[in-house]
């Protein structure tokens, strides 16, 4: 029978009723649920579960559970954990769904388990009660790690269900053991001092293994039926009493004919007479066999228990300590026995463990809580404790190692947010030696205090001039005094300083006493005096390289009070060294490529002409915050028969080849229009055929308006515009009177290199003198923040108001007004404005 066929994992018998009683008694249990929490969190999944396997899984406790998980019963054979616990071995699966062993298993038809990780529980040594697991809605690769880090919480997990049972079952036992003394099992006695005649009921006799007949009434009768060992010691508490006249109190074993061994608990008072002597002694006694062999039983597991066990009385002395309570404390049983807990262990004085104990004892409530005791034990140690009758119970387990991967992973995950957290920083804005500067203090803050108490980041320039620019330190107060120790260090530090060497040899260096290092060798005075106020122990110098070049140091210091950087401390220091130089060298090759490119640009946009009967103002503005080079052009310029011609376009693409076709096409555009006679649908339709003849393969937008006027129309103060649009945003007519018009046809047509047979149409409005005609491209009226649309309208609100504005004046305002934080894509202007007639 396969795992998904055999409802695996079932106890049986005695096991059967265990597992139900420890599901009673762990329901909910928040040191179980604690102990889940704790599983999530270090193994970072979805949920953990505690879950004990009777007829039904049942979940006992659990983190990440839906609503009602706890106490959730599901069949074993949809059951994983019963897996787990049918082969007594950790259960890894990674992948559920291709998993033979639980694919079919509910849990994992239905998407909820992805991957998952079972540990058996178990409380003694026989076969596993349920199994501790955590598990995800994801495939997930478990590690060793992951396996190890299980099994040592599944301890805890068998821990504390071991204590569960014990408890119950040494309840369980004691109210069993008070019904029976209920139910007759006490004998009475009745010893006459002065006859000597010893006189038992009925229940005494048979406890002692007599016959009313064969028993004599006397104290030798009760004397040979006690066991050799305890025979005077017993008899000897009896005279006791008699002399004395007081109480009685003995236990002792009774060897019956048969030769079984039974313990008896004897107590009893004697009663005097007027002169004070003892007449009687009366008393009782009981069969204390079943409870004596329950705590030899009670006390066998705690010695097998992973968990370290002791009681304290009432006086705060050990009453009982098992095996693992002697090795954990490191001293035998005999040394602890009777002592005074404060006496033996001084440093628990005052310590969250007193706080706890003392808070146990008078709340009457048990108390759970991690503290740390210090030499001779130096340990952390995870304590239960709960007040009983006679004192104070407390069990407790080394997690040092647990707390040591705990921290582990504390650094681990705070320094891989140090290095993310680095790199974005440095990603933002790089485009002056201004946001450099501001980029690499950011950087200096984030470095402290995960490596250091105090940094200083230097630069070296293009010379191999040194200057640190920026510095930081994990007290305000001393910040300060890292800025002036920053402005003074270079001049005054050594050839041989570590900094120096870390630059020269490109490798990081640790110091462990920077101040024989490098403090002694500082010139009295004020560079001294900062470095001695700022207290540094040691330190540790990289050089910040990338691609082969230098381009400067991070100094990361730490006081007397921290240790020394080890091999993590620097791989993570030169993991953010190396970031940080390859940000700093990539935003200067960025900007030099921009400067070349934006160059490049430049050069293909001539100044436009100055006829004499408008004025032309152009203004081409690259993008800010990506490649700074692109395919928007703009173009004015006279035509053989006087008539000027203004183009706007821009190539498909922001790349260094969208300039290239730029240029080729702004060429070619230009010799087409230096015809006497075409248009500018002409222009364009001749320039979709030489895209396609010349197999360009480019794409662009274009549109031209020729300005036209014969002598008449010069006379009546009008002009013609000519204009054809080849998918570009529609140029615009500021007229004098404020109106503003669209050039724009009835339908929009194909840009340029789509189809050569492409329609191309002109239109003409004519307009009257001081009218302002403008081009654009749509960089400056759509991007991520507008839409067309809107561009287009916040664009004619902004030209009219700039309507009586010098022209210059104007194209600057369009451009602030509609791209205030900086342009998302490039964009070019060409202005035209008519000179009023005279």
């Known amino acids: 029978m396969t795992a998904t066929e055999h409802p695996a994992g079932i106890p049986s018998g005695d096991r059967l009723e265990l597992t139900r009683r ?52 599901l069949p074993l054979a949809d059951s994983l954990c019963a897996v787990a616990a049918a082969d007594d071995a950790p259960l890894v699966v990674t992948d559920a769904a291709r998993d033979d062993r639980v694919r079919h298993r509910s849990p994992v038809r239905s998407g909820k388990i992805g ?13 596993p009660v349920g199994a501790l697991c955590v598990y995800g809605a994801e495939p997930r690769k478990w590690s060793d790690h992951d396996i190890a880090l299980l099994r040592q919480l599944s301890d805890s997990v068998g821990t504390e269900l071991q204590l569960m049972a014990l408890t119950a079952e040494y309840e369980a036992h004691r109210l069993r053991f008070e019904l029976a003394i209920d139910a007759a099992g006490i004998g ?47 008899v000897a508490a009896l005279q006791a009493a008699a002399d004395a006249a007081g109480d009685y109190d003995s236990e002792f074993r009774v060897v019956l004919p048969s030769g079984e061994i039974r ?59 098992n095996a693992e309570a002697e090795r954990v404390l490191g001293a035998p049983r005999e040394e602890l026995l009777g002592g005074d807990v404060w006496e033996l262990f001084p440093a628990a004085v005052g310590s969250d463990f007193e706080r706890h104990y003392r808070a146990a004892v008078a709340t009457g409530t048990e108390r759970m809580f991690e503290a740390y005791y210090p030499t001779p034990l130096d340990a952390w140690y995870e304590v239960r404790a709960w007040p009983a009758p006679d004192g104070l119970s407390v069990s407790f387990l080394d997690v040092t190692e647990r707390r040591a991967a705990e921290e582990h992973m504390r650094q681990i995950t705070a320094r891989l947010a140090l290095v993310a957290d680095t790199t974005t920083a440095m990603s933002a804005s790089l485009d002056s030696r201004e946001h450099e500067e501001q980029a690499l203090q950011r950087v200096a803050g984030l470095l402290v205090p995960e490596l250091g108490d105090w940094v200083i980041i230097s630069l070296v320039d293009p010379e191999g001039r040194m200057r640190d620019v920026a510095g930081w330190h994990r007290e305000p107060a001393l910040r300060e005094v890292v800025g002036r120790y920053a402005r003074l260090r270079l001049a005054a530090l050594q050839p041989d300083a570590p900094v120096l060497r870390a630059l020269a040899s490109g490798q990081g260096l640790v110091i462990p006493d920077v ?46 009070g921290r240790p020394v950087p080890d091999d993590a401390d620097v791989s993570v220091a030169r993991d953010v060294a190396g970031r940080v130089a390859l940000a700093l060298d990539n935003a200067r090759l960025y900007d030099q490529q921009r400067r070349l490119a934006e160059g490049l640009q430049r050069s293909l946009l001539t100044a436009p002409p100055q006829p004499d009967h408008s004025e032309i103002v152009v203004r081409y503005h690259p993008a800010m915050a990506i490649a700074e080079v692109g395919g928007d052009w703009y173009d004015a310029f006279l035509q053989p028969s006087g008539a000027t011609m203004l183009v706007i376009g821009d190539v498909v693409g922001h790349d260094t080849e969208a300039a290239a076709a730029m240029g080729q096409l702004r060429g070619m555009l230009r010799g087409i229009a230096y015809r006497e006679g075409i248009g500018p649908a002409g222009v364009l339709a001749d320039l979709d055929a030489a895209i396609e003849g010349l197999q360009m393969g480019t794409l662009a937008t274009a549109a031209i308006v020729r300005i036209e006027q014969t002598a008449a129309e010069r006379a009546a103060g009008v002009t013609r515009l000519r204009w054809s649009n080849a998918g ?70 902004a030209l009219g108001e700039l309507a009586g504005e010098p022209l210059p004046e104007l194209c600057d305002g369009l451009l602030a007004r509609l791209r205030p934080e900086g342009l998302q894509d490039d964009v070019a202007l060409v202005a035209l404005r008519l000179h009023p007639q005279h």
């Open 22 to 73: 420890l599901a009673a008694e762990a329901m909910g249990d928040r040191s179980l649920q604690r102990l889940t929490d704790l599983a999530t969190r270090l193994l970072d999944c979805d949920s953990a579960q505690v879950s004990l396997l009777g007829e039904v899984q049942t979940a006992v406790a659990g983190t990440g559970l839906p609503p009602g998980g706890i106490g959730a019963q």
């Open 728 to 797: 570009h945003p529609p140029p615009l007519v500021l007229r004098p009177d404020g109106r503003i018009e669209e050039l724009a046809g009835e339908r929009a047509e194909l840009m340029l290199g789509v189809d050569r047979r492409a329609r191309r149409s002109e239109s003409v409005v004519t307009v009257p003198r001081d009218s302002t005609v403008l081009l654009y491209t749509d960089g400056l009226v759509e991007g991520r923040d507008l839409s067309l649309d809107e561009g287009t309208a916040r664009l004619e609100a």
């Open 515 to 560: 101040g024989e290092t490098v403090g002694r060798m500082l010139p009295p005075g004020e560079v001294s005096d900062a470095f001695w106020a700022l207290a540094p122990q040691s330190a540790m110098a990289l050089p910040m390289a990338a691609r082969g070049r230098t381009l400067g140091a991070l100094s990361i210091y730490r006081p007397a």
């Open 263 to 321: 313990w008896v608990r004897g107590s009893g008072r004697a009663v005097a007479d007027d002169r004070g002597a003892a007449v009687r002694l009366l008393g009782a006694a009981y069969d204390t066999t079943p409870q004596r062999q329950e705590d030899v039983r009670i006390a066998r597991l705690l010695e097998a228990m992973n968990a370290a066990f002791f009681s304290l009385d009432r006086e705060w002395r050990f009453s009982y300590v």
């Open 188 to 234: 009475s006695f009745d010893w006459n001092l002065v006859t000597g005649r010893l006189l038992w009921d009925d229940r005494l006799l048979a406890l002692f293994g007599y016959d009313r007949a064969d028993f004599d009434e006397t104290i030798g009768s009760f004397a040979d039926r006690l066991h050799p060992d305890d025979r005077d010691r017993t």
């Open 115 to 127: 991957a998952y990780l079972g540990i058996p529980l178990h409380v003694d040594d026989g076969e």
